[in-house]
């Protein structure tokens, strides 16, 4: 979304750069980490794997195209990017973020495929912690429950601002009583690429969603 984004860079200034691009596609990966290593002068400190989809399907309504679709791009498209920007990484002693959910953690009918793929992240989060921890780079998750972005916007099939007052209905799945904003989970991504000696977390940002103790 370039509009997104160079609204964005245009609030941020110089110190800002951006580029429009399909994690799916192996040029676009390439083209994303060339761009970003050109703004920082050679150097990389942190990669957050955001970028995804999801798919509202049970397991009869599941087709190899969606199944594929929501994989390709929550599983594969960040483990070939972290791949790619190792060297980078390792050369500054940097660290990686993956975003989960609390899919993960809970089993929620209707979103199979979305749940496998982050199932599979959170997974993927620990054993990269554990084979890059002695290249000295750092690999996190995050876990965040309902949260106003567009995604699930999509998802509702309404726009943001007609989904935010959907969302409100999401509130008391959450013990804490709001649902989340992105600001909430930027923070904790903030809060894992300082800490030094923090690497294999899975950190749960989700209102207490995860505790499953609210009726759904």
Known sequence: ???????????????CSWLAADVCLA????????????????????LINNAGITHHSGLEGLDDEALTRVLTTNVN???LMTQ???????????SVVFIGSVHSRLALPGRLAYAASKGAILTVSRVLAAELGPKGVRVNCVIPGAVAT????????????????????????????RIGEPEDIAQ???YLLLASWTTGAVLDVDGG????????
């Open 1 to 15: 979304r370039a509009d997104r984004l160079q609204a964005v860079a245009a609030s941020l200034g110089e110190r």
């Open 27 to 46: 040029a676009d990966r390439q083209a994303a980490l060339q761009q970003a290593l050109q703004h920082g002068g050679g150097r990389l400190d942190a």
């Open 77 to 79: 498209a960040p483990l």
């Open 84 to 94: 790619l920007a190792l060297p980078a990484l390792q050369a500054a002693k940097g």
């Open 150 to 177: 567009e995604i699930n916007a999509a998802a509702s099939g309404q726009d943001l601002e007609e989904s935010k007052r959907l969302f409100r209905n999401l509130a008391a799945l959450h013990p804490i009583g």
């Open 188 to 190: 904790a991504i903030h």
């Open 209 to 216: 969603m995860g505790l499953g103790s609210t009726k759904i």
